[in-house]
């Protein structure tokens, strides 16, 4: 899932404070696994902003509202009556959400209420790890299943490094070294000949660098 | 400084104090003024139930848990001691600041009338942190 986490009630209060009929508009899919941007959190935003608004002054009415996904107009359009009924929209979507808002509404502010942050799954309660860089040229299945792209700090292909200690990443000493895991994982799914082979340089072309990136389906274009 | 009263709301787990008990304390210690919510557990209280107090315009929110190791539901208390510390964190990024928020725990040694000793405690700390 793509994980968020929100931005700061002042930051906030700051993006929104030229506007008065504000709509919280929530997303029900990532953002809400990840408690940052579904139901609960657009009613815990909004409580904090309407206590932020009436300390400083502010005249802020805040509408609630979640809908299943801010990044499928299908399901934006059941936001639309909200939308047009308040001077802005802040929304608690990822990246792909508000620009898909922005995209649909031309003339209505909408500005992001949270920082998309990665790809990543929950790890432990309240602790969501990135798994995922989305680099477009997939290579787990070389490394049982563990990206070194994603996991390794220095994006390592033909690893280790040689700076892990105990287990733990030279880098990050909080995060296990990806090539301890790699190598466990292949050990114990009888694959550790892969180790053997030298990983030529990655292609990252279909990665970012080469600025935002689109897929076409012509199939699906009819 | 005013001396307009503060509002405090007191969310307590059920299993910790009871209700009747609770009244009979308000009333002897003179605070009447003072809406209680309780809960089934302190664990069942959220961030949004502790938020909108403050935002329906209360100066301080206590709330009551078990002891630690007591709870009938195991880790409740410990769910609504975190919670309460995300309040307190999201009050003072809200410009409340910090103190708003009070967890008590309730043991052999505090009965009923002795939170109403702590909630004036909670009102005099309010007062001198926020100048009223």
Avoid at chain 1, 18 to 41: M, P, S
Wanted: aromatic share 4%.
């Amino acid at each position: 899932m793509i994980v968020a986490e929100r931005k700061s009630i002042p930051d906030l209060v700051d993006i929104l404070k030229d506007h008065q009929k504000i709509l919280v508009l929530g997303c029900g899919t990532c953002v809400t696994v990840c408690l940052a941007g579904g139901e609960r959190e657009v009613s815990i935003i909004s409580s904090a902003l309407r206590i932020a608004a009436n300390i400083k002054g502010l005249d802020f009415e805040i509408e609630e509202l979640t809908i299943e996904r801010q990044c499928d107009n299908v399901f934006i359009e059941e936001a639309t009556d909200a939308i047009n009924r308040n001077d802005a929209v802040l929304s608690l979507g990822c990246g792909a959400g508000v620009q898909a808002l922005a995209e649909r509404y031309a003339k209505k502010p909408v500005y992001a209420g949270l920082n998309t942050a990665f790809i990543g799954i929950l790890e432990d309660r309240g602790i969501w790890a990135e798994k995922c860089a989305a680099c477009g040229a997939c290579v787990l299945h070389q490394y049982g299943g563990i990206c070194p792209v994603t996991r390794c700090a220095k994006q390592m292909l033909n690893g280790p490094c040689g700076g892990s200690r105990e287990d733990r990443c030279e880098v990050r000493p909080d995060r296990p070294c990806a090539w301890q895991l790699i190598y466990n994982r292949l050990k114990d799914i009888g694959q550790l000949e892969k180790l053997t082979a030298i990983a030529p340089p990655k292609n990252w072309e279909p990665g970012h660098g080469g600025g935002c990136r689109v897929i076409v389906r012509e199939d699906h274009r009819i | 400084m005013t001396n307009k009263p503060l509002k405090i709301v007191l969310f307590y787990c059920a299993n910790a104090l009871d209700a009747a008990a609770l009244r009979k304390s308000a009333g002897e210690a003179g605070a009447d003024d003072i809406k209680t919510v309780s809960l089934p557990c302190s664990g069942k209280v959220n961030l949004l139930y502790l938020l909108k107090a403050f935002e329906k315009g209360a100066d301080g929110v206590m709330l009551v848990t078990c002891h630690h190791g007591d709870c009938k539901f195991i880790e409740g208390n410990l769910r609504a001691q975190k919670r309460a510390e995300a309040v307190d964190a999201l009050l003072d990024e809200s410009g409340l600041g910090r103190g708003r928020m009070r967890v008590i725990q309730k043991n052999n040694e505090n009965g009923a009338g002795q939170i109403f000793e702590a909630i004036e405690n909670f009102k005099n700390d309010i007062r001198v942190s926020s100048g009223r």
